[in-house]
């Protein structure tokens, strides 16, 4: 059966989109020109990537705190694994379209061409029972690949959900270590926003919150005078069988 809802990811792992679809694609028109978009920008994350290996590794994230210290190479391995990572994904895919729809396979095993025979081989591969897979893998190499490749000589902080209408992505604002003002300010599915819209853009996230804020107020209001309403008619009955 065919399911009309879009199963390209969100942001948040797990969730999918869940837009109608109006053609034979299992992705909505939002998310194809998101994938497109992806798939162009993959070699220029490859080769950041690329340039990164040389660079001094930093954790990405706290997690390394255990007292145990692995001997570090003296390149970026976060960088090595990323890279690699994302051109086995995308080499996997294309191998499965070439073989699934009898295409010729592509000519190079490099990234550039990779995405390429993708990007062609789209409304193949999206209308596919394995299209959920085809995204969330893609989303998830692509996501790693771009902070280790943007990622290692700064730090990301996460200042709420992309203001375009319609995507939901986190946007993260990068600083560089020892200047606390920021470098870059983008969402993950790749809106950016230029110096000069930054303060526009902290004035329509805080709008955001607080409406969220008030949303969670006013759906709390509900549920207490739900509550209290219940009780009322409860004890109501009580009064009246008792009498
Ligand atoms: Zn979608
Ligand atoms: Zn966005």
Known sequence: MME???????PLPGTPCGRRTDTNLRVCTACVHRIRGLLAELPHVYRSCEAALARRPQPLTSERVS???????????HA??????LLEVVAAW????ADEFRQPRPRSRTIEELSLFLTRRLPLLLAHPAADDFTSELYTVARNARRVAHGDTGRHRTVGRCTH??????VTVRMSVGDPAPQHVRCEAGHTWPPQQW???????????LRATQLRATQLRATQLRASNAARHGSGRNQARSG
Do not use: D, F, W, Y
Not at 165 to 170: D, H, K, L, T, V
């Open 4 to 10: 009309s809802g879009c199963v390209a990811p969100r």
């Open 67 to 77: 007292g145990s210290r692995a001997p570090s190479l003296p390149i970026n391995e």
């Open 80 to 85: 090595m694994a990323a890279r690699t990572e």
């Open 94 to 97: 294309s191998a499965l379209v």
């Open 165 to 170: 209408a319609g995507c939901e992505s986190e």
């Open 199 to 209: 303060l526009h853009l902290v004035s329509q996230l805080r709008a955001t919150q």
